[in-house]
């Protein structure tokens, strides 16, 4: 069995947002917020189920809405790729629903909860928990002020277990989430609810059509993730070649030492760690042919005076 990738946006909104859907989006729900103990026992989807269309695929996320029994809304968004701006959307979009409640003139007091729940294929916040929530607190002392507006992340990265440790009901969402599109077969002891997303997962229950949108937008996502991953390498390559040259551009100027220094610094941080060595024999080199001596080269690399002869010593057996 093929499933499809629950993280691109057709996917999850098919498998979340899809009409029959009520009951699979509750047991998630339960799964992963904390309604102060309680379960919630309903909801409306806001937006009807409709398949989205490419428009160029600028689009990498989707979001579901539901409106739950005690009037809160929740807004629910996978979000594939991280862009400039993402974090300031997503509390854009969570006070925008909370506004769009009232029409003018209504009582303020008709407002009702909004949750803002993101699932992210990145890491968002390192060195942290699985799920991070947030709320409007005192700085300080921590004095909550309004909690009608809650943002809660979820970072799929973060989750590496595997599907024998699979224990909680939360646990078997985000491994669903996750993995399902590299899946062979349904995994074992599900609930009824995740066997369900799976049946709606299994691309044999999936049109022509449905199919040949689901796979475009899994190639456009790759070619995205592809692309970035190429500029973020070429822009390492580049800073350390631009730091190093404009050092010894500095060191001719305002000293070769002052120079190699700033090269050093320049070409290492924007390598970020790559090349280190290199650089290294680089600017040895470097300082050699300005003219500088062995025991003033090995202060600046830090470096034993005889480390540096040697290596001097292969640079001039290379051939020019």
Known sequence: MNFLDIKTDFAFKKVFGSEGSQDILLSFLNSVLDFNGRLITDLIFVDPYN???????????????????????VIVEMQVLHHEGFEKRILYNAA???SAQLSKGEDYGLLNP????????????????????FKLLEKERFIEYNDDIELVFIELPKFTKTEAELLTVQDKWLYF????????????????EQ???????????????????QHRKRDWIMIQKGAYSLALKQGLEQGMELGIEKGMELGIEKGIEQGIEKGMELGIEKGVGQGIEQ????????????????????AIVQLDAAEVAVILASCADKPQ
């Open 51 to 73: 398949i989205p269309m490419l428009k160029g695929m600028k689009d990498t996320y989707v979001d579901v809405k539901a409106k739950l029994d005690d009037g809160s809304q």
């Open 96 to 98: 925008k629903n909370y």
């Open 114 to 133: 909004v949750i803002g729940l993101t699932l992210t294929d990145f890491i968002l916040f390192p060195d942290q928990p699985l799920i991070n929530g």
């Open 177 to 192: 989430i996750k993995n399902a599109g590299k899946l062979d077969a349904v995994p074992k002891n599900l609930a009824r």
């Open 195 to 213: 066997e369900k997303a799976f049946a709606i997962a299994n691309e044999a229950n999936l049109s022509a059509e449905e199919l040949d949108l």
């Open 279 to 298: 650089n290294r024999r680089l600017i040895i080199a470097n300082a050699d042919k300005a003219g500088m001596g062995v025991d003033a080269i090995a």
